[in-house]
């Protein structure tokens, strides 16, 4: 069973910017599209980026023109990249792959916006 462990979440000011990853236990990045999902309280998971298997990129509206998905395939690793900050990006960030079946879920990192 694949495995994921996220970090790089933390405490930053409204318009800061932080870099979160996502570590895969297994080489699954050639198979399955990836995507980064957040989930704020009282709120259902929701899909903000993803990239293709072939590395297109697309954005939720709410995250477009400053949220950046990469892979590193040799690392076995998907990064987001997240600039201009905002309160309501408050939330536990999580990847997984796209798809009706995804993998089990991993801890998830807390990233909190303040205002």
């Known amino acids: 069973q694949v495995q994921f462990v996220e970090s790089g979440g933390g405490l930053v000011q409204a318009g800061g910017s932080l870099r979160l990853s996502c570590a895969a236990s297994?080489?699954?990045?050639?198979?399955?599209?990836m995507g980064w999902y957040r989930q704020a309280p009282g709120l259902q998971r929701e899909l903000v980026a993803w990239?293709?298997?072939?590395?297109?990129?697309n954005y939720a509206d709410s995250v477009k023109g400053r949220f950046t998905i990469s892979i590193n395939n040799a690392k076995n690793t998907v990064y987001l990249q997240m600039n201009s900050l905002k309160p309501e990006d408050t939330a536990v960030y999580y990847c997984?792959?796209?798809?009706?079946?995804?993998?089990?879920w991993g801890q998830g990192t807390q990233v909190t916006v303040s205002s």
């Open positions: 997984n792959r796209l798809g009706p079946r995804p993998y089990a």
């Open positions: 297994g080489t699954i990045f050639s198979d399955n599209a």
């Open positions: 990239i293709s298997i072939i590395g297109v990129r």
